[in-house]
């Protein structure tokens, strides 16, 4: 190489090293400071669990079964509500609905309780009568799976809600979703250190 070019190609790498020190610098820099600060605070910080959402159960066409579930808080300081509906044709069917008495999450997974504070059901002949359900403690667990969502409820093994549970008792999530969705925020309290 001659003389001449020497000192150019020094000079370039020398520039093309000290630019690229420059901009990797001006990235972990300030700049990139306010670019992650950005970030950081639209990310979402969970302080509580929580499980939101409405679905519609996949069932045969006249038979429509919807659940919205609205849980927030941790264990027995949970609040909210529940509504379920439950209609086959024209003729039977109806709804409760309750307040939330107990949540605990478990990373997708929800189980939750509630009390029926409403409940208003027409009974026909040749169907299931549902009696007056105030009162009684129903669970719902929830496994959020995207929009693959799966649903459990403590009465399937009765076949109608009639027996209250336990707080925070519900049934393997073995229902599937024909439309809507379930949101499943996990959290759980520190732990206390071990002495």
């Not at 039977?92 to 478990?106: N, Q, S």
């Not at 009684?136 to 399937?156: E, I, M």
């Not at 707080?167 to 732990?191: I, Q, Y």
Request: hydrophobic content about 35%; glycine content about 12%.
């Amino acid at each position: 190489m001659p003389a001449m070019r020497r000192p150019f190609v020094m000079a370039a790498t020398a520039l093309a090293a000290c630019t690229a020190t420059a901009l990797t610098l001006g990235l972990t820099g300030p700049a990139a400071a306010a670019v992650d600060g950005g970030a950081r605070a639209a990310r979402h910080t969970v302080e509580e669990p929580s499980l939101t959402g409405s679905v519609k159960l996949k069932r045969q066409p006249g038979d429509n079964v919807h659940f919205t579930l609205d849980a927030h808080g941790f264990a027995d300081q949970a609040r909210g509500t529940f509504r379920v509906s439950h209609y086959v044709g024209k003729d039977w069917g109806g709804y409760m609905k309750g307040r939330i008495d107990c949540l605990v999450t478990g990373g997708p997974v929800a189980v939750a309780t509630g009390v029926v504070t409403e409940s208003h059901f027409k009974n026909t002949p040749g169907m299931p009568k549902v009696g007056d359900l105030k009162g009684k403690r129903f669970g719902f667990t929830v496994l959020d799976s995207g929009k693959k969502d799966r649903l459990g409820y403590s009465w399937a093994m009765d076949g109608l809600p009639k027996k209250s549970v336990g707080k925070c008792l519900g049934s393997a999530p073995f229902e599937t979703m024909e439309k809507g969705d379930f949101n499943v925020e996990h959290w759980m309290p520190p732990r206390p250190a071990e002495k």
